[in-house]
């Protein structure tokens, strides 16, 4: 099973989208809120290039936020992804 970690604000409509695509798919993951956070928002910037949530890591990878994880899912690379 992939190690999925999914960053995440208390205020964000995406990361309900994101996480209940994982939960549809039985996906197991680790949610990290960063709301309060802003040591751990500014490395997911750095590590990702991105300041927008959710951020999506499968296997260490980022993968995106909400839309490149259904993007993902509607091409078939999701599964792939998470069986690795």
């Known amino acids: 099973m992939a190690d999925v970690k999914v960053y995440v604000t208390s205020y964000c409509a995406y990361c309900v989208r994101a996480k209940g695509l994982l939960n549809r798919k039985r996906v197991a993951f680790t949610e990290i809120d960063v709301t309060r956070d802003p040591e751990r928002r500014r490395w997911l910037v750095e590590a990702t290039g991105q300041t927008t ?32």
């Open 53 to 84: 949530v959710p951020q999506i890591f499968i296997n260490g990878r980022s993968v995106g936020g909400c839309d490149e994880l259904y993007a993902l899912e509607r091409a078939g690379e999701l599964d792939r992804l998470l069986a690795s």
